[in-house]
């Protein structure tokens, strides 16, 4: 115990690496990520491609409003000096 407490941390994360690594290698888990690599290739998605057509430019001159100020000028936002 008193020497787990000497490895600094560095260490001690090099030895759990270690341990993984021979883990992984006794359960042969690198040669089944690798086959698994090669068998698994990206296959083609069964739906068809539908090509779509580009949208229309919308006119961004015509302002939608609604019924209830259709008649009534449009607001105006410019800032006016006021004058004492």
């Known amino acids: ?6 490895l600094n941390y560095e260490d001690s994360r090099q030895k759990r690496l270690e341990e993984n690594k021979k883990r992984m ?3 042969k888990l690198t040669v089944l990520a690798q086959s698994l690599r090669t068998i698994s ?5 069964p739906m068809k491609k539908v090509n779509r057509t580009p949208r229309k430019p919308v006119d961004l001159s015509a302002v ?3 019924n209830r100020v259709a008649d009534k000028p449009p607001a105006n936002y410019k800032e006016v000096p006021i004058s004492h």
Request: zero cysteines; proline letters at 12%.
């Open 1 to 6: 115990m008193v020497a787990r407490k000497n």
């Open 25 to 27: 290698e006794e359960l």
């Open 41 to 45: 290739t990206p296959k083609p998605s």
């Open 64 to 66: 939608r409003r609604s």
